[in-house]
């Protein structure tokens, strides 16, 4: 091993981590209190129980509109023998909400009266305390109304000023800090250039940390220096309760993090059994503890919700969070590795009958997948995977009812459906598409799992020169579905702006000067080229580049547009999105492929209903290099 390579030290289980640090962390002292206007505490966590300071309501009130009355007086009403009351006096007007007169008991709805000029007709007696707030209905003097460790909700700031308490004892709100680390990192705001990112990590982190109500402290990117950094942690330790470390804890040369918490303090963990998050760094610096959180957004967050978090419910005096969890079913294969607790975040496709999980990205860096995700599915690391059919649990990370309003699409990247996206979103606003780029064959195969309920393809057959069909014929003969076109899209090849390298045809993609970039095996786009370099005779071999992989459109323009590729195969879409010039070579026909059982299904009515919308079409002709005029049509069913 080079010597400035390092090891992680510690390694342990995920549990037994967890352990340590809030064995450790509870001889801290408790947090200060502080008394903060009532109005303003809401996400706060109270101090000390809180008692009423006054009776709710403070006076006996009438809970109708009606007539103010003395019960006694109305015993013996009925409809044979209306009772008459003189008004003023024996009987009062009274609206709902008003004191309820010294002399007076009940009150008798207006509607249930019959009203003259000063005396009323009642037909049915009244009781004492009838259609009457009494004197502390809501809450009585003395009352308690939270008590201490309890998370104020906006019910508990109407009860608590109700009884006229206008301050509260709450805790004082933890102070996190929030190092990012590295060079290459730049704040928020800064154009980043060559070989720098815009550390988006921090900032996600102090969201997180407002809602679960501390006090962030987001500090600027500290180079990975190990002077600089040992300064900025050692002063984040003497100011805050908690320091966070974003990077740095890993095994590499220039990860520091671990090295420098046991010169300050005490290194508890280093290394935990767990993907994403194994480069986890725990420990203690004087009396606040410190995570060395790993560079990867995902690998971040997962150390994140699993460490810091309970860190903080138990500083807080809170109960540690659980999240909600459903059940689900796989129908693929899962393989993991033994030894480690894995957590994939996935999709759920819900059609109110099965709930099946669509697993996401398994990459650590890959913070879509976390934006998309509806859950967390955790295999535990005594288990080589998962076997296809397995029902699992999985920990929700939106609101149960956003499945139940989700539409999975899996298969070929296209611009035309996050038009639909939008459209939908417009038109039917708790719908919500959710849409995979896996490419064209992986969604259909998606769909013969049971994975998804529509899946995008353009995949060509060589030998009929036409779109989808015999693929579908091939591969789910069995399974009873419609195939509607989306549109008919212009593809070619992408060139930086002026074509400055010559490329006029597929032809030039085999000259040595030439770089290109490729799509995924079994996308529609990789279909194609392959169909087109087999016409002119072009090993794939000669092509440089051709192993290189992108997963959209748009991953093939940005590779161009930052002079990493001279060409990729893609839509005219696509060029003029990212200013590029585009080559036209063919169209071909994007598809919607849609299982039948679950045409019935309001969402999916929803969506067809919108591919077929004159302003749906509108928004993919403008995207350029689209047609409509089959937009919406059923083109194949089985």
Sequence with gaps: MHPDRRIYLKMMAPEQARRILLERASGLPELPVEEVETAEAVGRVTGAAIYARASSPSFAAAAMDGYAVRSQLTFDASEAQPVTLEVPGQAEPINTGNPLPPDKDAVHKIEEVHQQADTIEMMAPAFPGQHVRLVGEEVTAGDLLVTAGEKLQPRHIGRLLAAQVWTVPVRCKPTVAIIPTGAECLPVGQAPGKGQFVEYNGPMIAAALSQWGCAPQLQEPVPDEETALAQAISR?????????????SSAGSRDFVPSIIAQLGELLVHGVEMMPGKPLALGWIDNTPIVGLPGYSVAAWMCLQGFARPLITRR??????????????????????????ETLRVVMCDDGQHRTVVPLARGSGSISSLAQAHGLLTIDQTREG??????????????????????????????ALAA??????????????????????????AIGRGEGMAAGTHLLDPETKQYNVSYIQRWLADLPLVMINLSFREVGLLVSPGDPMGIKAPADLAREDVTFVNRQPGSGTRVLLDFLLKEHGIP????????????????????????????????????????????????ERYDL???????????????????NDAAFRDAVEKLGGYSTRQTGEIVFEQ
Excluded at 559 to 585: K, M, N, Y
Aim: with cysteine; glycine share 6%.
């Design 236 to 248: 984040a330790a003497a100011d805050s309760d908690i320091v966070l470390i974003i990077a740095g």
């Design 316 to 341: 807080l005096g809170l109960a540690e969070h659980e999240r909600q969890q459903v059940r689900a079913r796989l129908r693929r294969k899962l393989p993991s590795a033994a030894g480690i607790e």
């Design 386 to 415: 998962l076997e296809a059919g397995t029902e699992v649990a999985v920990k929700l990370l939106v609101p149960r009812a956003r499945i139940e309003r989700s539409i999975v699409a899996i298969g070929s990247h296209d611009l």
């Design 420 to 445: 639909l996206a939008e459209r939908l979103a417009e038109r039917w606003p708790p719908l919500h598409l959710v849409c995979l780029n896996t490419g064209s064959t992986e969604g259909l195969a």
């Design 540 to 587: 794939p071999t000669a092509v440089a580049g051709y192993e290189r992989e992108a997963y959209t459109h748009t991953m093939v323009a940005e590779a161009i547009r930052q002079g990493s590729a001279d060409a990729g195969l893609g839509i005219l879409a696509a060029a003029r999105a990212f200013e590029l010039d585009f080559v036209p070579i063919t169209e």
């Design 593 to 611: 492929v849609i299982p039948k059982r679950f045409l019935e299904l309001a969402r999916i009515e929803a969506m067809v209903e919108t591919i």
